[in-house]
Each structure stands twice: as C-alpha cells, then as structure tokens.
C-alpha cells in the first residue's frame, strides 16, 4: 500500500540553527500539507501546497518557515532560524483531490528538538 | 469559530464495552468530518469519516453519530478491544472558497481497552 514517508524521523537542532524536514508524498497525490503537533497538544494546520504554490497558510506558518518540492518526489519544510517553541512532531500529508473532502494520508513524521 | 472541541481527554474501557468520544464544532462551513486514529510513533490514520447530509455511518465496529442542528459528532466503538488503544483525533474542513482541504484538529482523546 502506498505511503507517506518522513525523514529524519528525529532531528535535533541547536537554537537559531536551520532546519530542513523532507517528505516523499504518494505518487499520483497532488496536494501537499505539513502539520505539527506539541507533545500532548493537538495537531496543528501550518501550511497547504499545490501546483508548486502554496495555497493556504496558518498563523503559525510565518517568514521562518518556508516549502518547496524541488523534485517530482520530495516535499520539504524549512525552518530558518529554530526556536525552543518550534520543537514538536512535524506531519506532511498528501491527498489526490483537495476541495477538503478527500482523504490526506500522514506520513510518521519527524521530531523535532531545538535545544 | 475555527475550533473544534473534542472530550473526554482521556477514556478507558473494558474489552468488549462501548467507547464514546464527542466533538463539538462552530463553523458551520464545515461539511468535512473525519475521525483520525493515532498510534504511539505513528501519523494520523483516517478511521472513518462523514458529511452532513447524512446522521450516521458505520464502518464495522465503528460508527460517526452527526448532529447537524447541535453541530456536534461522536465516534461510537462497539465491542471495544485492546487493539483499538490510541489518541483519537475528531477533524473537520470545508471545501468551499479557497480552502484547499486544511483540517482543524480536536484536541485528541487518549482510548485505554483494558482486556
């Protein structure tokens, strides 16, 4: 069955350091999304891709952080500047068809640790 | 108006009793509701997932109740079994105007089946 994939699965990092968080989407998906999740809190919308453009864009989702899908596989989350609050489970997600009824399918995702 | 409140925290149950989770949402543009299942050290999962034109569906041993009027849901688990321990997330999106299927999370409910 086809997946989402993740890597690293665990990143540390020092304060103010860049950061660059890789996903491999399933194949023949079109939109791509990253979430994260704070230990203990609940999972978060940062960001939605699509057509090499991003669609929509969280609060959260600020100058620090950037996507790009340089390839026809990868899809990539770029923290700038690290702070000890962007520590969490980052989720990329990718689905067929967007419009918000179709299915995302999560990778595992990658922790993240800004010390 | 973009929240979506899930309870309980927490919920534990014996092996064969029924598990109920409830969320509460208020943007009445949602006409997405997904429920997510999360192992430990796993991404989100869709379990199983409905639209407001309809009050119920049933997937096996798992059933989404919808209250449109109430704007509320719950994930109802019959027969409840120790495979089914995990944090459920409730989940909601629209597909109108410029979304482009961003999913706004419950805070996650932490299921316990005791054997």
């Known amino acids: 069955e086809p997946e989402v994939t993740q890597t690293p699965s665990h990143q540390v990092t020092q304060m103010g350091q860049e950061v660059i968080l890789r996903c491999v989407p399933i194949?023949?998906?079109?939109?791509f999304y990253w979430y994260r999740q704070i230990l203990g809190q609940k999972v978060e919308f940062l960001v939605s891709?699509?057509?090499?453009?991003?669609?929509?864009k969280s609060e959260i989702f600020d100058d620090q952080f950037s996507v790009e899908r340089p390839d026809g596989s990868n899809f990539t989350l770029k923290i700038r500047s690290t702070k000890l609050e962007d520590s969490a489970m980052y989720f990329c997600a990718s689905s067929e068809y967007a419009g918000g009824t179709d299915t995302q399918y999560f990778g595992p995702g990658t922790r993240l640790t800004v010390l | 108006q973009q929240q979506v409140k899930q309870s309980p925290q927490s919920l534990i149950v014996q092996k064969g009793g029924i598990s109920i989770i409830n969320c509460a949402y208020e943007?009445?543009?949602?006409?997405?509701f997904p429920w997510y299942q999360q192992f430990p050290g796993k991404g989100p999962a869709l379990l199983i997932a409905i639209r407001p034109d309809v009050s119920e569906k049933k997937e096996g041993r798992f059933t989404i109740s919808f209250n449109k009027s109430a704007k509320q849901f719950s994930l109802h688990i019959m027969d409840s079994q120790p495979g089914d321990s995990a944090t459920y997330f409730c989940?909601?999106?629209?597909?109108?105007?410029?979304?482009?299927?961003?999913?706004?999370f419950g805070q996650g409910t932490i299921l316990t089946v005791h054997p």
């Open positions: 194949s023949n998906h079109l939109y």
């Open positions: 891709f699509y057509n090499n453009e991003i669609s929509e």
């Open positions: 943007n009445t543009a949602f006409d997405y």
């Open positions: 989940a909601a999106s629209y597909s109108g105007g410029t979304s482009y299927g961003k999913l706004t």
